[in-house]
C-alpha cells in the first residue's frame, strides 16, 4: 500500500478541505440520500437505486450551454468503470485497478490518493476493473481484485482495516462497489468464469469482522441444492459482481447473481442450477434468504443476472405497489413484486430468438434448437446481452424505466469439454460476436454491422418501448435522470448524451475522447449543479457556463 497526500493550493483552501474531507455519513442520511440531492452517497444514488436527481439547474432548455468544469486524469490507463459518490464537495473515486482518489468535486484537484498492492494470485477474466465504493461515517469501503476488502479512513486514506474474504488463486475477485447497510458492508464475489462457489457476504463496518454469508450456490441441505446434479454445486459459479439495492421498510437486500459454471457446457449441471441468473432477497440483519427469481434457468449462454434490481412504488392495477424494475441480460424486461418475488410482468426489449415467451410464473419457454452445440448456434441476443451491468433508471417524474442495451446483436454459442481445475478458466466453450471496432458514423444496415447501442425508455405497466435513442456503437454505460427531464448517459465510441427523458430527443453530447464504462453522477457544490462522467481513464465534469 502507498499513500500520496498533494499539497492544497491556499490556506483557505486547506481549512475548507479538511472540514469537507471529514465525512460524517450517519445511517440517517443514507436512508434519506434523496433528500440531500446535492451529494452522490451511494454506487446507485440512493438505497432505491432509481439513479434519479432532483437537482433542477440543468434543463432541456439549457442543457446545450453545458460545458467542461474540469478533467482528472488517472495514473492508471486502464479504463475506468467506476461511479464515483460525493460527500460534502469531495469525490471519491476507484482508479483501475484498485486505487482510490479523493477529489476536490469543484476543481479535480486531488486531496490524496491510495494506491493498494494487488496481490499477483489475482485472477481476472474480464479486466482489472473496480466499480466504486460505498461510505458509512468517515469510512470508505472497496473491493479488490485478489478478494480483498479494505476499509479506508475518508480524511486521509489510510487503511482502517484490510480482510480477505475469498482466496484470489481460486479466482475470487470483488468488482463491485460495496453496500453499507446499518453497522455492515455487504460485497459478494465475482469469479463466475473460474468455478467459485459464489456468495453475498455481510462484515462489520467497524473491525471487518463476517456477521452472515448466503451461498448463491446451496449446498447439501439446503434448499435448492437438488437442483444441481452430482457434485457440480463445488464448482456452480453464481458470482455477484455488480451492487446491490435495499428497502430499509421491508429490512431486505436484493441482489442480481451470475453464471453458472461452465458457462456453455451445462452437460455436468443438470438441474435450474439454483441461484445462479436470480435475484435474491435477503433479510439485512440475518442474509437468510426471504424469496428468489430465477430469471434463466440452467442458463447456458453466459446471461448472468448481475443487473441493478431498481425498487419503486407505482401504481399497479389502480394500487400502489412495491416492485422492482429489472432489465435483464437474457433480454427481457421484468416487473416483480418486492414483497414476495411474484412475477408481475415480462416482455423483450430487443430482438431475442432463444425463448418462445415468458410462462404466468415468468419462467421462460426454451424455443427449440437454442442450446449450444460443438457446431455452434447463432442467437439473439448475443453473449454481451440486451443489456449488461451498466446502471439504469428510473424517473418517478415521466414513470418510465431508462435501460443502454445493446440492440440487433447476435452471438454465435458453441460448447466443448472442459474439467474444473483449481484457478484456472472454466468456461466449457466459446462465443463468436459480430460486433465491429469502435464506429464514429452512420451505419446502413444496423444487423448486418452486428448490432449497435441504444437507450430505451420502457413503461413498466406494459412493458413496452415508449421511445429509443439509437447510438452508431455500442454502449457500456449507466444512465442518470433528473426533476427536470434531462437523461445523462454515454457510449464506447466516447460521446457523453444529454437527452430529453420524455421524448429521447438530444439536447447536447460532449467528446471525451475515450470509450465510456461507468455511469453519471450529477452533485452540487457552492449553489452550481454539476454532471460528471469516467471515460476511458480519466473523470469528466461538466456544468452550464
Known amino acids: 500500500m502507498r499513500l500520496r497526500r498533494f499539497a492544497l493550493l491556499t490556506l483557505a483552501g486547506l481549512v475548507i478541505a479538511a472540514a469537507n474531507l471529514n465525512a460524517q455519513v450517519t445511517d440517517e442520511r443514507l436512508l434519506h440520500a434523496a433528500q440531500e440531492p446535492q451529494n452522490w452517497l451511494t454506487y446507485s444514488g440512493t438505497y432505491s437505486s432509481q439513479r434519479y436527481s432532483t437537482l433542477d439547474q440543468i434543463t432541456p432548455a439549457n ?40 477529489l476536490d468535486a469543484r476543481m479535480g484537484r486531488a486531496f490524496w490518493t491510495y494506491q493498494y498492492d494487488v496481490s499477483p ?27 480483498h476488502l479494505v476499509a479506508l479512513d ?75 446434479a452430482g457434485d457440480s454445486w463445488k464448482h456452480g459459479s453464481a458470482g455477484t459482481w455488480n451492487t446491490g439495492s435495499f428497502d430499509p ?87 416483480l413484486d418486492r414483497n414476495t418475488g411474484k412475477f408481475l410482468l415480462g416482455n423483450p426489449f430487443v430482438h431475442e430468438t432463444w425463448a418462445a415467451g415468458l410462462d404466468r410464473n415468468g419462467r421462460p ?13 447463432k442467437l439473439y441476443p448475443g453473449m454481451q446481452g440486451g443489456t449488461n ?35 484456472r478458466s472454466y468456461f466449457g466453450g466459446a462465443t463468436k460476436s459480430a460486433v465491429p471496432p469502435i464506429r464514429r458514423g452512420p451505419i446502413n444496415n444496423w444487423t448486418d454491422a452486428g448490432g449497435h447501442g441504444a437507450v430505451v ?34 457510449s464506447r465510441e466516447g460521446y457523453f448524451w444529454a437527452l430529453n427523458a420524455e421524448t429521447g430527443a438530444p439536447l447536447w453530447h460532449a ?7 461507468s455511469a453519471p453522477v450529477t452533485y452540487r457544490v457552492d449553489g452550481k449543479q454539476y454532471v460528471a462522467i469516467s471515460a476511458n481513464h480519466a473523470v469528466f465534469a461538466f456544468a452550464l457556463r
Open 63 to 102: 442543457a446545450k450551454n453545458l460545458e467542461m468544469q474540469w478533467v482528472f486524469q488517472a495514473d492508471s490507463l486502464q479504463k475506468m468503470e467506476a461511479t464515483p459518490i460525493v460527500v460534502d464537495g469531495v469525490m471519491y473515486v476507484t482508479q483501475a485497478p484498485n486505487d482510490v482518489v479523493a
Open 154 to 228: 475518508a480524511t486521509s486514506g489510510r487503511v482502517v482495516w484490510n480482510i480477505e474474504i475469498a482466496d484470489p488463486k481460486l479466482g475470487y475477485s470483488i468488482t463491485e462497489a460495496p453496500l453499507v447497510v446499518k453497522d455492515k458492508v455487504i460485497v459478494g464475489p465475482a469469479g463466475g468464469e473460474y468455478g467459485i462457489r459464489g456468495f453475498i457476504a455481510a462484515y462489520n463496518v467497524a473491525t471487518g469482522k463476517e456477521v452472515w454469508k448466503f451461498y448463491t450456490v446451496p449446498g447439501p441441505g439446503e434448499p435448492g441444492h437438488d437442483t444441481w
Open 365 to 377: 419457454i426454451p424455443a427449440p434448437n437454442t442450446q449450444p452445440t460443438v457446431e455452434g448456434v
Open 249 to 335: 421498510e421491508l429490512n431486505t437486500i436484493y441482489w442480481g447473481t451470475g453464471n453458472p459454471g461452465p458457462d456453455w457446457n451445462a452437460d455436468t449441471r443438470v438441474g435450474d442450477n439454483l441461484y445462479s441468473c436470480s435475484v435474491v432477497a435477503l433479510d439485512a440483519d440475518t442474509g437468510k434468504l426471504k424469496w428468489y427469481f430465477q430469471f434463466s434457468p440452467h442458463d447456458t449462454h453466459d446471461w448472468d443476472s448481475a443487473n441493478i434490481p431498481v425498487l419503486a412504488d407505482i401504481d399497479w392495477n389502480g394500487s400502489k405497489r412495491k416492485v422492482i424494475l429489472w432489465a435483464n441480460r437474457n433480454g427481457f424486461f421484468y416487473v
Open 121 to 147: 494470485e489475482a485472477r481476472l477474466c474480464c479486466g482489472s476493473v473496480n466499480r466504486g465504493l460505498a461510505i458509512h461515517g468517515n469510512t470508505l469501503f472497496m473491493g479488490t481484485v485478489d478478494g
Open 389 to 423: 451491468w451498466y446502471s439504469p433508471s428510473w424517473s418517478p417524474r415521466t414513470g418510465l424505466f431508462y435501460i443502454s442495451a445493446w440492440k440487433d446483436y447476435f452471438s454465435v454459442f458453441s460448447k466443448l469439454p472442459d474439467d474444473y481445475f483449481a484457478g
Open 511 to 517: 467528446t471525451t475522447g475515450g470509450q465510456i464504462s
Open 457 to 490: 425508455a420502457i413503461d413498466p405497466h406494459t412493458g413496452k418501448q415508449k421511445w429509443v435513442f439509437n447510438m452508431y456503437d455500442v454502449t457500456d454505460s449507466g444512465i442518470l435522470t433528473t426533476a427536470t427531464n434531462v437523461l445523462f448517459t454515454g
